[in-house]
């Protein structure tokens, strides 16, 4: 089995998505920036694998998730201004 660019993208999406939600689980207070942004960060680099390996379901999924990251991200640095 050979990787290619797309597949070590992918890869390092994948791996920030599943930290932040095992950072979610541990820790005892999460940073709402730092949560979101690894999200964000995750679902960009998989969209940009999926652009060379596509699956209509998963760049849907990814979708999704981008702009649910992408709003948490602006709510938590909203927050952050306010405080």
Do not use: C, P, Q
């Amino acid at each position: 089995m050979t990787l290619d660019w797309a597949d070590l993208v992918g890869l390092t999406g994948s791996t920030l998505v599943v930290t932040a939600f095992a950072y979610s689980n541990m820790a005892n207070r999460i940073n709402f920036v730092l949560f979101n942004a690894m999200n964000l960060l995750g679902a960009i680099f998989l969209a940009v694998s999926l652009t060379v390996h596509f699956n209509l379901s998963s760049m849907a999924l990814e979708a999704v998730w981008g702009a649910v990251a992408l709003f948490g991200l602006g709510k938590a640095l909203w927050k952050k201004d306010k405080i």
